[in-house]
Nanobody, 124 residues
Framework: EVQLVESGGGLVQAGGSLRLSCAAS????????IGWFRQAPGKEREGVSC????????YYAGSVKGRFTISSDNAKNTVYLQMNSLKPEDTAVYYC?????????????????WGQGTQVTVSS
């Protein structure tokens, strides 16, 4: 019933930009927090950015702060992640996730519902 669909990933050169979208359905969007997470092969999934759809509270990982911006369009039940100044170390599968609670630390283990991911590859 709860569905999250990511889009917008692809190949980009270092210094370039991508905008990821997470389209949500099957739940009351305004009652949930949405997070962007990423996972590279052999590494644990990490929180990139999280937002509360209710009050707009946000979190950014230190590695992306100042380069990435999360935003929520409640009318479209969609969360975006604008990624600028991309670096090769940003290469990963990016997932969006939803939870009824907002967690200030944006921990992946705290989120209940997940999309299937979209690949982001940044070339040097």
């Amino acid at each position: 019933e709860v569905q999250l669909v990511e889009s917008g990933g692809g190949l980009v050169q270092a210094g370039g930009s991508l905008r990821l979208s997470c389209a949500a359905s099957g739940f009351t969007f305004d009652d949930y927090a949405i997070g962007w997470f990423r996972q590279a092969p052999g590494k644990e999934r990490e929180g990139v950015s999280c937002i509360s759809s209710s009050d707009g509270s946000t979190y950014y990982a230190g590695s992306v702060k100042g380069r990435f911006t999360i935003s929520s369009d409640n009318a479209k039940n969609t969360v975006y992640l604008q990624m600028n100044s991309l670096k090769p170390e940003d290469t990963a599968v990016y997932y969006c996730a939803a939870d009824m609670n907002y967690y200030s630390d944006c921990g992946a283990y705290e989120y209940d519902y997940w999309g299937q991911g979209t690949q982001v590859t940044v070339s040097s």
